[in-house]
C-alpha cells in the first residue's frame, strides 16, 4: 500500500541520481536540499548540481539554500540561484548564525519576487515575524523543523496549528514540515493541515509498510531475531 493522503511529498536528499530517479514517482511532488546534505552527498560543484537537477527536474520545485552569511552576499546568491529555473525556491535561514534575523533580506527578496523557503524554524515567534513579510501574490514556503523540536522533548503540532492559523488567509504560503523522524509524522502533519513533509530516502523506502499487518510484522521481527541468532552462531555452552 502506499499513501494516499493530501499532504504533498518533498524528497529531501542531494544524491543527484535519487533526485532523478524520485522525479518519475508520483508520490513525489518536489525536492528540497542543503549544503550539509550537499557535503555528506559529496556535492564538490554547488553551481554544477543545482544546473543539472533543473535539467533533469523541470516541472517540481526545487529547494536550493544560500551558503552565506551576510545579508547582502545573501542577496546577491539568491538573485543568482533563483535566475538558474522558473521552479527554483530559494531557502533562507530564519537567522544567520549571528542569531540576526534574516527578515530585511526576505523582505527584498520578496520585491524582487524571488521565491523562497524560509527554513531553519524552530517557533512561533520566527514564523510570526514573516506575517507581514510574505507577499500572498508569490509563492513561498515556511519550513518548521519538526524533528528538531521534538527532539528537545517540545511537541511542534501547537507550533504549527498556530502558524497554520496566522496564515489561513495567506494562500500562496506552505507550510512544510521539515526534519521528520518517522513515517508516522506523514500522518500527523496530515491531521493539522500542514501542506508538505520532506523525507529522506530512508524515509521514503518505507511507505510500502504503510497499511502492513501488525501481527505479520510481529512475525517478520521475530523471524529476523532468530535467523541473525543463527547466523552468527550464537550459543551457551
Known amino acids: 500500500m502506499s499513501y494516499k493522503g493530501n499532504v ?9 541520481s535519487e533526485m532523478i530517479l524520485a522525479s518519475s514517482n508520483k508520490l513525489i511532488s518536489g525536492f528540497t536540499t542543503n549544503p550539509s546534505l550537499m557535503r555528506k552527498a559529496g556535492v564538490i560543484d554547488y553551481k554544477k548540481f543545482c544546473l543539472d537537477a533543473i535539467v ?31 521552479n527554483v525556491y530559494i531557502k533562507i535561514p530564519i537567522t544567520n548564525t549571528n542569531r540576526e534575523y ?29 506575517s507581514n513579510i510574505l507577499d500572498s501574490s508569490l509563492s513561498s514556503y515556511i519550513s518548521i523543523f519538526a524533528g528538531r523540536i521534538a527532539d528537545t522533548g517540545v511537541d511542534p503540532i501547537e507550533i504549527f496549528q498556530e502558524s497554520l492559523c496566522l496564515f489561513e488567509s495567506n494562500k500562496s504560503v506552505e507550510f512544510i514540515w521539515a526534519s521528520p523522524r518517522e ?18 530516502s530512508e524515509i521514503l523506502n518505507k511507505i510500502k ?9 510481529s512475525l517478520d521481527t521475530v523471524k529476523m531475531f532468530y535467523e541473525d541468532a543463527l547466523k552468527s552462531g550464537y550459543n551457551l555452552s
Open 8 to 16: 504533498k511529498i518533498f524528497s529531501d536528499g542531494a544524491n543527484i
Open 56 to 86: 533533469a527536474i523541470p516541472d517540481k520545485p526545487l529547494s536550493f539554500e544560500i551558503f552565506s552569511d551576510d545579508f547582502d552576499t545573501m542577496e546577491k546568491q539568491a538573485l543568482e540561484i533563483s535566475s538558474w529555473g522558473d
Open 102 to 130: 534574516t527578515y530585511p533580506v526576505i523582505e527584498k527578496l520578496i520585491k524582487k519576487g524571488v521565491k523562497l523557503n524560509v527554513t531553519a524554524i524552530t517557533t512561533f515567534q520566527q514564523v510570526k515575524g514573516l
Open 183 to 200: 513515517l508516522f509524522n506523514i500522518f500527523q502533519a496530515e491531521k493539522i493541515g500542514c501542506h508538505i513533509i520532506t523525507l529522506s
Open 209 to 217: 509498510f504503510i497499511g502492513y499487518n501488525l501481527d505479520d510484522y
